[in-house]
């Protein structure tokens, strides 16, 4: 079992910055593959980045250049740095967890989503 908790989510302007953080319960973090996605209203649910347990990157190609994660294995944490934030970065945002290596998945794990708001 992986329990995953974000936080960080909030109302902020174009162009501001946001960081968002996802903490882990549970064993075996530092062998998750960790994932960020989000889900605007009316629109399917889109990877944002991920990272394998030998910090191999994807970014999705709408915030590549302008996010960046990370893990930190001994705090159990997972971490989405948003710069440049645009108002089509608002949606609830997601970390996700799988025991596999690839960033594909399966994710089986997920948090229960945090808010970040983008105004003009």
């Known amino acids: 079992q992986v329990q995953l908790v974000e936080s960080g989510g909030g109302l902020v302007q174009a162009g501001d910055s946001l960081r968002l953080s996802c903490a882990a319960s549970?064993?075996?973090?530092?062998?998750?593959?960790l994932g960020w996605f989000r889900q605007a209203p009316g629109k399917q649910r889109e990877l944002v980045a991920a990272?394998?347990?030998?910090?191999?990157?994807n970014y999705g190609d709408s915030v590549k250049g302008r996010f960046t994660i990370s893990r930190d294995n001994a705090q159990n944490t997972v971490s989405l740095q948003m710069n440049i934030l645009l108002p089509a970065d608002t949606a609830v945002y997601y970390c996700?967890?799988?025991?596999?290596?690839?960033?594909?998945?399966?994710?089986?794990?997920w948090g229960q989503g945090t808010q970040v708001t983008v105004s003009s």
């Open positions: 549970g064993r075996t973090f530092s062998s998750l593959v």
């Open positions: 990272i394998t347990s030998d910090s191999t990157i």
């Open positions: 996700a967890a799988a025991y596999g290596n690839s960033w594909l998945g399966p994710y089986h794990y």
